[in-house]
Each structure stands twice: as structure tokens, then as C-alpha cells.
């Protein structure tokens, strides 16, 4: 059973910076896309930034790139969002997300909320003007 955790959410001030985490455990080996999205209220979900395994590719949302980075630890069961320059608009709940099974590069970077297979309960992340 694939679990993931999120951890590292909070309250900090416009400018400032946070680091999101996510554990995931069950995970086998193999191709696969781990993620972050996010969901401020009365909003639909959206996708942050994703990382595809092997190879470490990343891709970012434009609204994040620049100022988020998604690095992936090498045993690929962990990764993080750090997320620098805040702005009150990037407040909302952040999911940690994977994807798993056959996929292509392109595939895998595909930031759809439906193509993802686990989602963790989420993290909140409130930014004040």
C-alpha cells in the first residue's frame, strides 16, 4: 500500500520561504512522476511542479518557476518543494502526489491532477501580506 506524508507547511510572511516534504513508503521501483500540487479555497486544484524518475527531469507551473525548486533524494521515495519569494497568492493546501506505471518523459510531466495515482492529505501554506 503506497502511503505519502506531507510535512513542512506553515504561516510565513510575504518574501519569505518554506520547504514542503513528502515521505512515501510502498512505492516500488520503477518509472515514476512525484509531484506537488495545490488548492487555495473555491479553487481548483493545480500542479506546482513535478519530478520524473529516472533522470530527475523537473517541470514547474509558470506562476512557480523561478522561485520553487523540486529536488528528489536519491532513494526516489522522498521529495521536497522549496519554495522561495512567496507571494499571498501561493497560499493553499499542498498535496504531494505520485504517479506510477508506464509513461513517457512527456507523460510523466504533465501537471493533470488525474494522472496522478496517490495523493497524500495535504499541507497548508498561508503567506500574509
Known amino acids: 500500500q503506497v502511503r505519502l506524508v506531507e510535512s513542512g507547511g506553515g504561516s510565513v510572511q510575504s518574501g519569505g520561504s518554506l520547504r514542503l516534504s513528502c515521505v512515501a513508503s510502498?512505492?516500488?521501483?520503477?518509472?515514476?512522476?512525484m509531484a506537488w500540487f495545490r488548492q487555495a479555497p473555491g479553487k481548483e486544484r493545480e500542479g506546482v511542479a513535478a519530478v520524473y524518475s529516472p533522470g530527475a527531469i523537473t517541470t514547474y507551473a509558470d506562476s512557480v518557476k523561478g522561485r520553487f525548486i523540486i529536488p528528489q533524494d536519491n532513494a526516489k521515495t522522498t521529495v521536497s518543494l522549496q519554495m522561495n519569494s512567496l507571494d499571498p497568492e501561493d497560499t493553499a493546501m499542498y498535496y504531494c502526489a505520485v504517479r506510477v506505471g508506464r509513461m513517457t518523459v512527456l507523460q510523466a510531466l504533465v501537471l493533470t491532477p488525474n494522472y496522478y495515482n496517490y495523493w497524500g492529505q495535504g499541507t497548508q501554506v498561508t503567506v500574509s501580506s
Open positions: 510502498g512505492l516500488t521501483y520503477g518509472t515514476k512522476s
